[in-house]
């Protein structure tokens, strides 16, 4: 069964940092590109952050550029986003998410459950 | 950047109903437009890729259309469990819609 588990959530003071962490099972996490994706409290979804499937190429929303850092590691099939200079507005539920690809066509599946990050004081 | 809006914002239903959800696009996206269904406390489920294209194991009553810059997606007959929150997105910068929430009438 392919599977991805967040872990790394939790409380953390303006300023502060976090890192969470994406375990990936069932499937050959070094071939497939990954992606990052929050939700706030009772908000829509918002694309955090993109890595490819070697880490060569990795791109950022424009609202985490310069503080968050996407990073994997294939032979622990785990994905990581390191997360600085963390803000109210951060605060959010983060999954991780597998990207699945046909030609110029992506999409994200599966996604994992999901970890909380509360940014508050 | 490509902005995704979708409409309407809510949506109100009865169980056997025929539902339409619009997603429209600032500029073209060809086919490049994905939807995604949440349950309240759960991560997103892909339903549709690629604007058409049924993701394995999602009912048939689901489905998608469009191209270009308008695209909808049909739920040919509510089901107790399709009640929830839909999201398109677009492929190329991974922008999403700011969702539909379908609800029991």
């Known amino acids: 069964e392919v599977q991805l588990v967040e872990s790394g959530g939790g409380l953390v003071q303006p300023g502060g940092s976090l890192r969470l962490s994406c375990a990936a099972s069932?499937?050959?996490?070094?071939?497939?590109?990954m992606n990052w994706v929050r939700q706030a409290p009772g908000k829509g979804l918002e694309w955090v952050s993109y890595?490819?499937?070697?880490?060569?190429?990795?791109y950022y929303a424009d609202s985490v550029k310069g503080r968050f850092t996407i990073s994997r590691d294939n032979a622990k099939n785990s994905l990581y986003l390191q997360m600085n200079s963390l803000r109210a507005e951060d605060t959010a539920v983060y999954y991780c998410?597998?990207?699945?690809?046909?030609?110029?066509?992506?999409?994200?599946?599966?996604w994992g459950q999901g970890t909380l990050v509360t940014v508050s004081s | 950047d490509i902005q995704m809006t979708q409409s309407p914002s809510s949506l109100s239903a009865s169980v056997g109903d025929r539902v339409t959800i619009t997603c429209r696009a600032s500029q073209s996206i060809s086919s490049y437009l994905n939807w995604y269904q949440q349950k309240p406390g759960k991560a997103p489920k892909l339903l549709i890729y690629a604007a058409s294209s049924l993701q394995s194991g999602v009912p048939s009553r689901f489905s998608g259309s469009g191209s270009g810059t308008d695209f909808t997606l049909t739920i040919s007959s509510l089901q107790p469990e399709d009640f929830a929150t839909y999201y398109c997105?677009?492929?190329?910068?991974?922008?999403f819609g700011q969702g539909t929430k379908l609800e029991i009438k």
């Open positions: 998410a597998r990207e699945g690809v046909i030609g110029a066509a992506n999409w994200f599946d599966p």
């Open positions: 069932g499937f050959t996490f070094s071939s497939y590109e």
């Open positions: 997105q677009q492929s190329g910068m991974y922008t």
């Open positions: 890595i490819s499937s070697s880490g060569s190429t990795i």
